[in-house]
């Protein structure tokens, strides 16, 4: 079975313009996260989607937006990038709840290396 | 609110070693506790879990980790280190199965392993 999927693998952008990363979940999964990675530092949340809905939101900007659609495969979007936004871009898809049943455990993809100059 | 700590951001040992990396987290709710590796320019792999159960957790490439709750430290170790250990290491923490809980990671900065012949 696949895993989680990312793309672009890599991506250069400038100050001020927008970017829009993407991500597939595994088969199955309902739950999409994402998590920035600054070089040198642990993963930090962004936002988790559970069946199309925001499910939580970490300590970001508005620049930082997202969505789920009905495939449950899901975009990231950050407006007016600054430099301070270089960092690797992880998504992560979980089951979250099966039958009443807590599934916690989340699969990451590879990354989008994300450089603002 | 839930938070981890990894004290110390290097670990060096000689091959066929023990291996310790150490995690102390906090947590206002019964946590879910992970141990995740990232090679160069991946993504994260899980190495293990603790959920609830059993506390000594086994994982993949002969890892193992001991969920204390007295000393709320989750400490990773291994026997015997392989040059193909060498990585980063995060422990994370999620909210566990209580009602409204998602997978929601919190990630400690990172612990990198270097391993010498």
């Known amino acids: 079975d696949a895993g989680v999927t990312q793309s672009p693998t890599h991506l250069i952008k400038t100050r001020g313009q927008h970017v829009t990363l993407r991500c597939s979940p595994i088969?199955?999964?309902?739950?999409v996260s994402w998590y920035q990675q600054v070089l040198g530092q642990g993963p930090q949340f962004i936002f988790q989607?559970?069946?199309?809905?925001?499910?939580g939101r970490g300590n970001f900007p508005d620049r930082f937006s997202a969505r789920q659609f009905p495939n449950y495969s899901s975009e990231l979007n950050v407006n007016a990038l600054l430099l301070g936004d270089s960092a690797l871009y992880l998504c992560?898809?979980?089951?979250?709840?099966?039958?009443?049943?807590?599934?916690?455990?989340?699969?990451f993809g590879p990354g989008t290396r994300l450089t603002v100059l | 609110a839930q938070s981890v700590t990894q004290l110390g951001s290097h670990v060096s040992v000689s091959e066929g070693a023990l291996v310790l990396l150490r995690c102390n987290y906090s947590?206002?709710?019964?946590?879910?506790l992970f141990w995740y590796v990232q090679y160069p320019n991946q993504g994260l792999q899980l190495l293990l879990k603790?959920?609830?159960?059993?506390?000594l957790v086994k994982g993949i490439n002969g890892f193992e980790a001991e969920f204390k709750k007295s000393e709320t430290s989750f400490h990773l170790t291994k026997p015997s280190a392989h040059m193909s250990d060498a990585a980063e290491y995060f422990c994370?923490?999620?909210?566990?199965?209580?009602?409204?809980?998602?997978?929601?990671?919190?990630f400690g900065k990172g612990i990198t392993l270097s391993v010498r012949p």
């Open positions: 994370a923490v999620s909210g566990g199965s209580r009602p409204g809980a998602n997978s929601k990671l919190t």
């Open positions: 603790y959920t609830t159960g059993a506390t």
């Open positions: 088969s199955g999964h309902k739950s």
């Open positions: 992560a898809s979980s089951l979250e709840r099966e039958g009443g049943v807590a599934y916690n455990e989340q699969f």
């Open positions: 947590s206002s709710v019964p946590p879910y």
């Open positions: 989607y559970y069946e199309k809905e925001e499910r």
